[in-house]
């Protein structure tokens, strides 16, 4: 049973940083590429950042580049989200997800990604 379980997520006051997780099991880490994608009230899901099996290709939304870094290790299965210069508009439920995928492409789209997990909620205050 493949779960992947995001953290560390909290209030942060704006221009505050903050560095969510997510734990995957039940499949094979290094075969996948990993994603994160947002959800702010009201609006449809969207794409933050993704990065490569290997961590050696990483791409972001324009709303988030410069700001946002995503790595991995492939050891512990985690992938890490790192805000820094965090914004009231970057307010939003937090989503990993895992993209069957070993090469240097990645996606934006939510439809390629096959596993998802269950968020968490990050609000910067203005």
């Known amino acids: 049973q493949v779960q992947l379980v995001e953290s560390g997520g909290g209030l942060v006051q704006d221009g505050g940083s903050l560095r969510l997780s997510c734990l995957a099991s039940?499949?094979?880490?290094?075969?996948?590429?990993m994603g994160w994608f947002r959800q702010a009230p009201g609006k449809e899901r969207e794409f933050v950042g993704a990065?490569?099996?290997?961590?050696?290709?990483?791409h972001y939304a324009d709303s988030v580049k410069g700001r946002f870094t995503i790595s991995r290790d492939n050891a512990k299965n985690t992938v890490y989200l790192q805000m820094d210069s965090l914004k009231p508009e970057d307010t939003a439920v937090y989503y990993c997800?895992?993209?069957?995928?070993?090469?240097?492409?990645?996606?934006?789209?939510?439809?390629?990604?096959?596993?998802w997990g269950q968020g968490t909620q990050v609000t910067v205050s203005s």
């Open positions: 997800a895992a993209d069957y995928r070993r090469n240097t492409e990645l996606f934006t789209t939510i439809d390629t990604y096959e596993y």
């Open positions: 039940g499949l094979t880490f290094t075969s996948y590429a």
């Open positions: 990065i490569t099996w290997d961590g050696g290709n990483d």
